[in-house]
T-cell receptor
Framework: AQSVTQPDIHITVSEGASLELRCNYS??????LFWYVQSPGQGLQLLLKYFSGDTLVQGIKGFEAEFKRSQSSFNLRKPSVHWSDAAEYFCAVGGNNFNKFYFGSGTKLNVKP | EPEVTQTPSHQVTQMGQEVILRCVPI?????FYWYRQILGQKVEFLVS????????KSEIFDDQFSVERPDGSNFTLKIRSTKLEDSAMYFCASSEEGAGGETQYFGPGTRLLVL
């Protein structure tokens, strides 16, 4: 069965530091992978997505993610975090034979000044 | 930029009462979805809707739940007789088509509290 695991519930980083949020998925075929961000009072905003091709994908707000099939991972990275990046981040998987998404539990990012 | 909107942002209700959560999907989108997130748990799929009928539903989506597109713009989720365990954040989403893995655009959510 399809599933997504985000091992880190909370992460705190200093402003300007690099960030990596982990996401592991379980899916038998080639997945479609997404990262969404939710700021307080806002909806789930799409950061980036992987469908096929280049395994390193660029998204909005300076985020990138790398698909590693061998590790069933799709980790989100940002080289230098800004205070406005404080939010909750969700990884999700979709697939060819279904149109619903499976989400991880989310990772809450706190940014220290 | 077009966005999905949801009303109300918060709803408090008594157990056993009916609630209707409202969503306005992006106007040219054809597939609509409801998800929910119980506090501290994963965002879970509830139901997808296309061409005025349910295309898929999860085991959570029992007879207490229903969805409707009452007009050309709104998409609603009704819970007939709320239970304490229905307390959650409910997200509406839409996509242009229902192709596998197509991007879904989410609304800000309605936080439902059942007392």
């Amino acid at each position: 069965a399809q599933s997504v695991t985000q091992p880190d519930i909370h992460i705190t980083v200093s402003e300007g530091a690099s960030l990596e949020l982990r996401c592991n998925y379980s899916y038998g075929a080639t997945p479609y992978l997404f990262w969404y961000v939710q700021s307080p009072g806002q909806g789930l905003q799409l950061l980036l997505k992987y469908f096929s091709g280049d395994t390193l994908v660029q998204g909005i707000k300076g985020f990138e993610a790398e698909f590693k099939r061998s590790q069933s991972s799709f980790n989100l990275r940002k080289p230098s975090v800004h205070w406005s990046d404080a939010a909750e981040y969700f990884c999700a998987v979709g697939g060819n034979n279904f149109n619903k998404f499976y989400f991880g539990s989310g990772t809450k990012l706190n940014v220290k000044p | 930029e077009p966005e999905v909107t949801q009303t109300p942002s918060h709803q408090v209700t008594q157990m056993g009462q009916e609630v209707i959560l409202r969503c306005v999907p992006i106007s040219n989108h054809l597939y609509f979805y409801w998800y929910r997130q119980i506090l501290g748990q994963k965002v879970e799929f509830l139901v997808s809707f296309y061409n005025n009928e349910i295309s898929e539903k999860s085991e959570i989506f029992d007879d207490q739940f229903s969805v409707e597109r009452p007009d050309g713009s709104n998409f609603t989720l009704k819970i007939r007789s709320t239970k304490l365990e229905d307390s959650a954040m409910y997200f509406c989403a839409s996509s242009e088509e229902g192709a596998g893995g197509e991007t879904q655009y989410f609304g800000p959510g309605t936080r439902l509290l059942v007392l």
